[in-house]
């Protein structure tokens, strides 16, 4: 197909458009959308002249928020009716999107990491062939920038396309597995969070590039344990137990470690969340075939107690159960506690790594320590029934009489069958 260039009018229009459009206050910015919209309409590959803007090719200076509207914008029509691109448009896209992951700007360069996934919304990935050897290109760079914005778009086509990526080229696919592994011991937080998730995404429907490194996976997870950063030791509950899920003849020779290294996490880490992900690994173990019933019974009354001791409600639900009960207003007090967790997570140094998990979302329906701990103890009891009453009925006891006084702390013994 012959290369598309964008005509100059047409270019200079699309940047007047984009201009009217970025001041929100502005009288004209509703007929401004309006017109951008009707032109949209009209002229099928407006898509390829927001992508000229959005990478710079464009004779003048053009803004950094200017062209992230740009990019934002080519991102929604991508998503919408990439069909309608010419062949050599689309290949246009595709060249200027993927020059953009290695922009100075960390958000121009999410950007096109977006654009990217909106690309693959209706498309495999043979038809852009250029893309796996530029992420993999990005990854081996000394270029800080195009390393981080390679890494950034793997997770993201790893989250939501995760079948497409793993079905890749085996020879395409490995170097940038290899990078992705090696990422784990990353200096960086962001890094060592992102290839985790890159990770765990692909476990369900494993490549044989990452089959290969399973054994030396699982070691260093189970030395990721003791990472400094919340968020890290989170992912490695979360992978831990998509193997075990997944995978579990892999964890078979390890199985004492990951159960000591799970109940540590569970018991003592100092980050709830980093709790709550720990405290879903035993419900997880529980529901598979082949589980070492005598090692796990070994640990049932330390386990049952923790479990016990995470069904507990936190001051901060407390807190909220008393505030629903006087409310007089239409704030929930849970969305503002949530957005004060928000707020202190984003003062940690895991805010460069953008966790999905972070949307707004109904508190009710949030998973909690409380619910991973109530689970777990549920699926203790449907697998060894009436072998857990023995160390639990003492701490049920304990917790009924303290219940008198304290109601919304008594812990309810799970279902013996």
């Known amino acids: 197909a012959m290369a598309w260039t964008p005509e100059a009018a047409s270019l200079k229009y699309t940047v007047e458009l984009l201009t009217s459009c970025a001041d929100p206050v502005s009288p004209g910015h ?55 691109l010419g062949e050599g448009q689309r290949a246009y896209v595709q060249s200027k999107t993927a020059s953009m992951l290695a922009d100075a700007d960390r958000q121009l360069r999410h950007t096109a990491a977006m654009v990217m996934n909106s690309l693959l919304m209706m498309h495999e990935l043979s038809s852009w062939p250029g893309l796996l050897p530029t ?15 390679c890494l950034f778009a793997v997770d993201l086509i790893a989250q939501d396309y995760p079948n497409k990526l793993a079905g890749a080229d085996a020879g395409m696919l490995e170097p940038i597995m290899n990078q992705v592994l090696q990422r784990t ?73 990951i159960i000591n290294a799970m109940l540590h996490l569970t018991e003592h880490d100092p980050s709830v969340r980093v709790r709550r992900a720990a405290a879903d690994f035993w419900g997880t173990l529980c529901m598979q075939t082949f589980i070492p019933l005598d090692l796990l019974e070994a640990k049932l009354p330390t386990l049952l107690t923790v479990l016990l001791n995470g069904m507990q409600y ?95 702390n008594t812990a309810v013994a799970p279902k013996v069958s």
């Open 185 to 257: 011991g990353s200096s960086n937080v962001a890094q060592r969070c992102h290839s985790l998730s890159i990770i765990t995404n692909l476990l369900p429907n494993i490549p044989a590039c990452l089959r290969q490194h399973m054994a030396q996976l699982i070691g260093v997870l189970l030395t990721m344990c003791q990472d400094s950063s919340d968020r890290v030791r989170e992912l490695v509950c979360d992978c831990l137990d998509t193997i075990v899920d997944m995978h579990p003849d892999y964890a078979k020779s390890n199985f004492e470690t």
């Open 30 to 84: 509703v007929a401004a959308l309006q017109a951008m919209e009707a032109y949209r309409a009209s002229h099928p590959d407006f898509a390829a002249y927001l992508a000229a803007v959005y990478a710079q090719d464009y004779p003048e200076p053009v803004s950094g928020a200017l062209r992230t509207i740009a990019g934002l914008q080519l991102k929604n029509i991508m998503a919408q009716q990439s069909s309608l």
């Open 314 to 408: 936190s001051q901060e639900e407390i807190d909220t159960i008393h505030a629903d009960e006087g409310a007089d207003s239409g704030i929930n007090p849970a969305s503002l506690n949530k957005k004060a967790e928000k707020l202190a997570q984003e003062a940690d140094d895991e805010e460069e790594f953008d966790d999905e998990d972070d949307e707004e979302g109904d508190p009710e329906a949030e998973w909690t320590l409380r619910k991973a701990s109530a689970n777990g103890l549920d699926e203790l009891a449907n697998r060894f029934n009436e072998k857990i009453m023995g160390p639990l009925w003492p701490h049920v006891q304990d917790r009924m009489q303290v219940g008198q006084n304290t109601q919304e």
């Open 135 to 149: 992420l993999r290109q990005g990854l081996e760079s000394q270029d800080p920038n195009a390393s981080e914005g």
